[in-house]
């Protein structure tokens, strides 16, 4: 059974950080690339970062590039997104989804190209 699970969300004020985890089980790891989205109230769902075990490829979304840093440890089938200078904007709950072994700016924000997702953690910004 495919699973990911998200962890390490929480409160936090403005300018604060929060490292997020994603432990994933029952697939090839290095199969696939794991993406971070997020949903605020109200809003779309939107693609964040992705990593790619296979071949190291990144993307990042312009909102939070130079502020998020996706990671990944192979040995635990894990993927973390460390996030400083948090902003009330950023406030959403944040899901990892597996999808294509590869990222690309032309498609890993897309949520359509995703194949496993889990259930989400909230992430809540205070001004």
């Known amino acids: 059974e495919v699973q990911l699970v998200e962890s390490g969300g929480g409160l936090v004020q403005a300018g604060g950080s929060l490292r997020l985890s994603c432990a994933t089980s029952?697939?090839?790891?290095?199969?696939?690339?794991i993406g971070w989205f997020r949903q605020a109230p109200g809003k779309e769902r939107e693609g964040v970062s992705c990593?790619?075990?296979?071949?190291?490829?990144?993307y990042y979304a312009d909102s939070v590039k130079g502020r998020f840093t996706i990671s990944s440890d192979n040995a635990k089938n894990t993927v973390y997104l460390q996030m400083n200078s948090l902003k009330p904007e950023d406030t959403a709950v944040y899901y990892c989804?597996?999808?294509?072994?590869?990222?690309?700016?032309?498609?890993?924000?897309?949520?359509?190209?995703?194949?496993?997702w889990g259930q989400g953690t909230q992430v809540t910004v205070s001004s």
């Open positions: 029952g697939f090839t790891f290095g199969d696939y690339a």
């Open positions: 990593i790619s075990s296979s071949d190291g490829s990144r």
């Open positions: 989804a597996a999808g294509p072994p590869v990222c690309s700016d032309s498609y890993s924000q897309y949520m359509a190209n995703y194949d496993y």
